[in-house]
């Protein structure tokens, strides 16, 4: 498909690009009330082909989020419930046996998709987990020897409970290292509670979005528009030398028995990039960095047990490195 055309024949530019996926905030506050950041960080992920961690107690509507993003950008998406017994092929898919044409056929799994929403991805056991290894770092899955791609686009949104850790397979470092982001869902305020119920009252149906009024603002020739025009934005050596002077920082940390990897820092400096264009400048700004830092950072390094305890976190380290950090005018 020309990225410069949109399915309906127009043409895609940066322009139009960035107000519709700037549109999109608007469109999912219909179903979702007070997530903007999640919504932005999602969307920073889309433009640079990354994944996303959502971290957040049941009930914050982190299903919901990602189901209403698919459909205010008109792409697919399916959901897998990451449970103790799911085996990888119940998400890669797996050859089945045709008894008229008496040979094995491919059915694809529900990895098959735009948007593939792992949810709980820390009650399925370890090889489980990594069956998405591949289909996230190459976007492709192999079975039986054969290579098949994935759609484009393609992310995994994956969900996980902070506060219940009994019958849970903790993500390893290097399957971490592999979001793009990590986006915590807090609890929503006392007024946006209120707004919730109130759409609930009112007859709100969390599960027919067609019904709240979401609707289609963007789709791929957008993104694609816009990841052309991200591609662009320019990033001078000073910046490039801050970005890689905030993840050494981490590396001497005395907090941190684990500091951010040169994957980390080029996370760091592709999502500056992404949330600079989407702010309307061609060109990255220490803000830009500041901005993306925490999600980008904070699954990526590893606290002492010993700060653990005295109630240090990843977040507070990485804010402590930002704030020493010279900035470059």
Not at 67 to 75: D, K, T
Not at 202 to 230: K, S
Request: proline fraction near 9%; include cysteine; charged fraction near 20%.
């Amino acid at each position: 498909m020309d990225p410069t055309t949109d399915n309906a024949g127009q043409t895609g530019d940066p322009g139009t690009a960035r107000d519709a996926l700037e549109a999109l905030r608007a469109e999912i506050a219909k179903a979702v009330v007070g997530q903007d950041p999640a919504v932005t960080g999602l969307v920073v992920a889309l433009l640079c082909r990354g994944h996303v961690l959502l971290e957040g107690v049941p009930g914050v509507a982190k299903t919901l989020l990602v189901r209403a993003l698919a459909a205010a950008l008109e792409l697919d998406t399916k959901r897998v419930q990451f449970t103790p017994d799911l085996m990888p092929s119940d998400v890669t898919g797996s050859l089945v046996y045709d008894t008229r044409s008496a040979e094995f056929s491919f059915q694809p799994g529900p990895v098959f998709t735009n948007l593939l929403l792992a949810d709980e991805i820390n009650r399925t056991p370890p090889k489980t987990q990594s069956s998405l290894l591949e289909a996230m770092e190459e976007r492709q899955v192999t079975v039986d020897g054969t290579p098949r791609p994935l759609p484009d686009p393609f992310l995994v949104a994956a969900t996980q409970n902070p506060v219940e850790y009994e019958g849970t397979y903790p993500l390893p470092e290097a399957q971490l290292d592999r979001f793009l982001l990590k986006l915590t869902i807090p609890l929503p305020s006392r007024q946006d509670e209120i707004d919730v119920l109130t759409r609930h009252a009112e007859g709100f149906n969390p599960r027919d979005l067609h019904a709240a009024g979401v609707r289609p603002v963007a789709g791929p020739a957008d993104l694609e528009a816009a990841r052309a025009a991200v591609a662009k934005t320019t990033i001078s050596p000073e910046i490039t030398a801050y970005v890689v002077d905030i993840c050494r920082a981490t590396r001497e940390s005395p907090s941190l028995t684990l500091g951010v990897s040169p994957r980390g820092a080029t996370a760091l400096l592709a999502t500056a990039r992404a949330w600079a264009w989407l702010t309307g400048r061609d060109y990255v700004i220490p803000d830009d960095v500041k901005a993306l830092a925490l999600p980008t950072l904070r699954h990526r390094v590893q606290l002492r047990p010993e700060a653990e305890m005295e109630g240090v976190t990843a977040d507070s380290v990485i804010s402590a490195i930002l704030a020493h950090v010279p900035v470059p005018r």
